[in-house]
T-cell receptor, first 111, second 113 residues
Framework: GENVEQHPSTLSVQEGDSAVIKCTYSDSASNYFPWYKQELGKGPQLIIDIRSNVGEKKDQRIAVTLNKTAKHFSLHITETQPEDSAVYFCAASQAGTALIFGKGTTLSVSS | ETGVTQTPRHLVMGMTNKKSLKCEQHLGHNAMYWYKQSAKKPLELMFVYSLEERVENNSVPSRFSPECPNSSHLFLHLHTLQPEDSALYLC????????????FGNGTRLTVT
């Protein structure tokens, strides 16, 4: 079955800096890769996703890149703000299967 | 405001109690899920219901019993739990068929004493 590895487990940046979180997956059949943000006391919320027919997707300060050959994908947050502080999860799946999640990255943005 | 509502938000129960967690989705989805979230571990998929039929049960102990009476409601019945079952239990929903995002509720924080 699918296995998703996520790094780093914790990340501290200064406000205004960029943050990058990386994930690798094992099943080459996976074709859907979402990223979730979880704030304290809340459930994970989808922030961006990418499908395997696309190499990059951007939404304002957030971007995701996908390298199918190497089986890894990354989340990029530019111009970080204190409200970006949260736990971020990557996940992978293929059609008809449930999402498999990484262990999460705790991002701390200090002002 | 999430379209997936979970109650209660917090639950403390003894090992001999019987309790139920409730989830309701208002998104018109037809697949629902239970996940367990423990510290330092990935989100663990417990159960999947697709079109009100259970399609996946990831080796979850029988002290956890799911119920899906319709596509909008999902329950997790709990009995004779162990302290290691203390965790955040998350409900999610999605559309069946193909890949797509999950929409999560805010979870029930369960403590087993």
């Amino acid at each position: 079955g699918e296995n998703v590895e996520q790094h780093p487990s914790t990340l501290s940046v200064q406000e205004g800096d960029s943050a990058v979180i990386k994930c690798t997956y094992s099943d080459s059949a996976s074709n859907y890769f979402p990223w979730y943000k979880q704030e304290l006391g809340k459930g994970p919320q989808l922030i961006i996703d990418i499908r395997s027919n696309v190499g990059e997707k951007k939404d304002q300060r957030i971007a995701v890149t996908l390298n199918k050959t190497a089986k890894h994908f990354s989340l990029h947050i530019t111009e970080t703000q204190p409200e970006d502080s949260a736990v971020y999860f990557c996940a992978a799946s293929q059609a008809g299967t449930a999402l498999i999640f990484g262990k999460g990255t705790t991002l701390s943005v200090s002002s | 405001e999430t379209g997936v509502t979970q109650t209660p938000r917090h639950l403390v129960m003894g090992m001999t109690n019987k309790k139920s967690l409730k989830c309701e989705q208002h998104l018109g989805h037809n697949a629902m899920y239970w996940y367990k979230q423990s510290a330092k571990k990935p989100l663990e998929l417990m159960f999947v219901y697709s079109l009100e039929e259970r399609v996946e049960n990831n080796s979850v102990p029988s002290r956890f019993s799911p119920e899906c009476p319709n596509s909008s409601h999902l329950f997790l019945h709990l009995h004779t739990l162990q302290p290691e079952d203390s965790a955040l239990y998350l409900c999610a929903s999605s559309q069946v068929g193909g890949t797509g995002p999950l929409h999560f509720g805010n979870g029930t924080r369960l403590t087993v004493t």
